[in-house]
C-alpha cells in the first residue's frame, strides 16, 4: 500500500481551472489505473485556495505509474501556473496505512 496525503496552494484567481483539472486527472487516475484505489480531492474549511489530495496506490510501483500518465502529464503541466508553490509538497508521500486492513481495498 502506497498512500500520499499532499496540501496544495493555489493562486487566488485560479481555483476553477484547478479544481476541473484535478477532477479530471483524479477521476481517470480511478477509473483507468487498476494500481489506483482512492483518489480524494478535499478543499481546505478554513482557506477555499488550499486543496489537499489524498491518493491510495497498490503500491510506489502503481504510483510511480500514475505519475506517467497521460492525464497526470496533461494537468501537472497545466496546473504548475497555478500553484502557489510548484515544488513537492508531498510531506505525507509514501504514508503507510493502519487501518482499514490492506486487504480491505479494492
Known amino acids: 500500500m502506497y498512500i500520499v496525503n499532499v496540501p496544495i496552494q493555489i493562486k487566488e484567481g485560479f481555483k476553477e481551472q484547478f479544481v476541473a483539472g484535478i477532477k479530471e486527472n483524479a477521476s481517470h487516475a480511478q477509473n483507468d489505473e487498476s494500481g489506483c484505489l482512492q483518489f480524494n480531492v478535499i478543499q481546505d474549511s478554513n482557506d477555499s485556495n488550499r486543496i489537499w489530495v489524498y491518493e491510495v496506490y497498490k503500491d510506489e510501483a502503481a504510483f510511480a505509474a500514475h ?33 482499514p486492513p490492506d486487504d480491505d481495498w479494492s
Open 67 to 99: 505519475q506517467q500518465s497521460p492525464h497526470y502529464l496533461k494537468f501537472r503541466g497545466m496546473s504548475d501556473e497555478w500553484r502557489a508553490d510548484t515544488s513537492a509538497q508531498g510531506a505525507g508521500r509514501g504514508c503507510a496505512n493502519i487501518w
